[in-house]
């Protein structure tokens, strides 16, 4: 524990106007402070993990009133007393009790500063101090999930482990390095090498969920190209038009319907430049190929959209090839599908879009060709898989760790170099003191 020697108060709840609001003190003094505020019973007498109905006043002025939680040390979040003021939400009422509480002896806290005492005390690790943040800010049930798997310690033990079978290894060597003139051998060559190996199994697992991990995160900015007339506009306006529909469809949602963005099972599409789509001609066509592809480097997906009727196979390629060179994931998509010539009597009926016939088709390899019509709706459902396929590997499972977080990231990448150092040591038969420092 360490031992802080100053109150900290702020609220927990946003600011605004609200039904109920919670203001938060934690240090030494919390419940001494409150007591000055409180008048129905002495707080400082009370048992830990009780709530206490009440008046605030400071002087004469009654401030509001309100229930105090109190968390006596070391069972608290903070594992420092903690007291909870839920108080009525208006940011007058809840201003002018932090105010009596400031008068009585607490200060401000910092942005993070019940977190970051809560990790010096040794309540989490720093792996879950930072889920937390995510956690607060987990928009979907993807972010949920993530943040709430890493807070709970899924990451934290996963690592933990690795790093323990490590550890014993290289005291193993380490030994061995006490023994030196009689060439003892205590760490078994092989065993450390396949431990090696299934470690970097792990961590190349997490290194790759961070593609997912940070789309999950902060979304997929997706871009809408293709030629003029294409329906890119149609396109965006019918997938938006959808996801406006199916948000205001769930009962008791509030969440705010985000322009330019649709979420496909908790993962957000975030569609980036689309204002000119929406409101000029501004097309890939129009703006040379320098500004193209400067546009469409910020996207780490493409929906590359095309006119069935008008578009011929040697024209998509071409198109295409432009498209491939960027190393961007894509998805080629012929549009307008409704309009497609229909049989006159007696002919043969041309091949059906699902077959791919009769229509130019992407070249194999970025899935089936896909046909859709953006004004009727037809086939984007099918879209929408298909976009959630370009972000999701099928091994993914629910309950499997996912890194989020670039510094984690970043960690994994360095570890895994190292262990490469130890695999190439191994291979090279290194003398043990050597070994034993790269591990
Ligand atoms: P953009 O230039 O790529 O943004 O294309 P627009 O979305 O402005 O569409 C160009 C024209 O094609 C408009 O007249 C649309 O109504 C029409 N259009 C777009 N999608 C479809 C479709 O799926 N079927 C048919 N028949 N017409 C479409």
């Given at each position: 524990?360490?031992?802080?020697?100053?109150?900290?108060?702020?609220?927990?709840?946003?600011?605004?106007?609200?039904?109920?609001?919670?203001?938060?003190?934690?240090?030494?003094?919390?419940?001494?402070?409150?007591?000055?505020?409180?008048?129905?019973?002495?707080?400082?007498?009370?048992?830990?993990?009780?709530?206490?109905?009440?008046?605030?006043?400071?002087?004469?002025?009654?401030?509001?009133?309100?229930?105090?939680?109190?968390?006596?040390?070391?069972?608290?979040?903070?594992?420092?007393?903690?007291?909870?003021?839920?108080?009525?939400?208006?940011?007058?009422?809840?201003?002018?009790?932090?105010?009596?509480?400031?008068?009585?002896?607490?200060?401000?806290?910092?942005?993070?500063?019940?977190?970051?005492?809560?990790?010096?005390?040794?309540?989490?690790?720093?792996?879950?101090?930072?889920?937390?943040?995510?956690?607060?800010?987990?928009?979907?049930?993807?972010?949920?999930?993530?943040?709430?798997?890493?807070?709970?310690?899924?990451?934290?033990?996963?690592?933990?482990?690795?790093?323990?079978?490590?550890?014993?290894?290289?005291?193993?060597?380490?030994?061995?390095?006490?023994?030196?003139?009689?060439?003892?051998?205590?760490?078994?060559?092989?065993?450390?090498?396949?431990?090696?190996?299934?470690?970097?199994?792990?961590?190349?697992?997490?290194?790759?969920?961070?593609?997912?991990?940070?789309?999950?995160?902060?979304?997929?900015?997706?871009v809408i190209a293709g030629k003029p007339n294409a329906g890119k506009s149609t396109l965006l306006n019918a997938l938006l038009?959808?996801?406006?529909?199916?948000?205001?469809?769930?009962?008791?949602?509030?969440?705010?319907?985000?322009?330019?963005?649709?979420?496909?099972?908790?993962?957000?599409?975030?569609?980036?430049?689309?204002?000119?789509?929406?409101?000029?001609?501004?097309?890939?066509?129009?703006?040379?190929?320098?500004?193209?592809?400067?546009?469409?480097?910020?996207?780490?997906?493409?929906?590359?959209?095309?006119?069935?009727?008008?578009?011929?196979?040697?024209?998509?390629?071409?198109?295409?090839?432009?498209?491939?060179?960027?190393?961007?994931?894509?998805?080629?998509?012929?549009?307008?599908?409704?309009?497609?010539?229909?049989?006159?009597?007696?002919?043969?009926?041309?091949?059906?879009?699902?077959?791919?016939?009769?229509?130019?088709?992407?070249?194999?390899?970025?899935?089936?060709?896909?046909?859709?019509?953006?004004?009727?709706?037809?086939?984007?459902?099918?879209?929408?898989?298909?976009?959630?396929?370009?972000?999701?590997?099928?091994?993914?499972?629910k309950t499997d760790t996912l890194v989020t977080n670039l510094r984690h990231y970043e960690q994994l990448r360095l570890t895994?170099?190292?262990?490469?150092?130890?695999?190439?040591?191994?291979?090279?038969?290194?003398?043990?003191?050597?070994?034993?420092?790269?591990?």
């Amino acid at each position: 524990m360490i031992a802080f020697d100053d109150t900290i108060v702020a609220p927990a709840t946003p600011p605004g106007t609200s039904a109920i609001a919670v203001i938060r003190l934690s240090g030494t003094q919390s419940i001494e402070i409150c007591n000055q505020l409180f008048r129905n019973r002495n707080l400082q007498e009370q048992p830990s993990h009780t709530i206490h109905y009440g008046t605030l006043r400071d002087g004469d002025e009654v401030l509001d009133e309100v229930l105090v939680s109190l968390f006596k040390a070391p069972t608290s979040f903070t594992k420092e007393d903690v007291v909870e003021i839920s108080c009525h939400g208006s940011g007058y009422v809840v201003q002018r009790i932090i105010r009596g509480l400031l008068k009585y002896g607490a200060r401000l806290a910092e942005p993070g500063e019940f977190t970051k005492r809560a990790f010096l005390n040794g309540q989490f690790d720093l792996a879950q101090a930072e889920a937390i943040g995510d956690l607060i800010h987990a928009d979907s049930e993807a972010t949920h999930q993530a943040a709430l798997h890493q807070m709970r310690g899924g990451f934290s033990k996963q690592i933990r482990t690795l790093r323990e079978q490590l550890v014993h290894f290289a005291s193993l060597v380490e030994l061995e390095l006490d023994f030196g003139e009689e060439d003892v051998e205590f760490a078994n060559r092989t065993d450390l090498k396949n431990l090696v190996l299934e470690i970097q199994i792990v961590i190349s697992k997490l290194i790759e969920s961070f593609r997912l991990g940070n789309v999950i995160k902060n979304g997929v900015p997706t871009v809408i190209a293709g030629k003029p007339n294409a329906g890119k506009s149609t396109l965006l306006n019918a997938l938006l038009n959808e996801e406006k529909a199916i948000v205001s469809d769930i009962p008791g949602t509030t969440r705010d319907f985000i322009e330019d963005e649709i979420q496909i099972e908790g993962i957000r599409f975030r569609f980036i430049d689309t204002a000119g789509l929406r409101h000029t001609t501004d097309t890939i066509e129009a703006m040379g190929v320098a500004r193209t592809r400067e546009k469409l480097k910020q996207a780490s997906l493409i929906i590359y959209l095309y006119d069935v009727a008008q578009t011929t196979a040697e024209e998509l390629e071409d198109e295409l090839r432009e498209i491939k060179s960027l190393e961007i994931p894509y998805l080629a998509v012929g549009n307008k599908a409704d309009a497609a010539p229909q049989p006159r009597k007696g002919e043969r009926p041309p091949p059906t879009p699902s077959e791919g016939g009769g229509f130019p088709t992407p070249p194999s390899g970025v899935g089936g060709p896909l046909f859709i019509s953006a004004a009727t709706g037809q086939g984007l459902d099918e879209l929408r898989q298909r976009l959630l396929d370009k972000v999701r590997t099928d091994d993914y499972r629910k309950t499997d760790t996912l890194v989020t977080n670039l510094r984690h990231y970043e960690q994994l990448r360095l570890t895994h170099e190292a262990l490469e150092q130890v695999l190439a040591g191994l291979g090279t038969s290194i003398t043990g003191d050597l070994l034993a420092m790269d591990i």
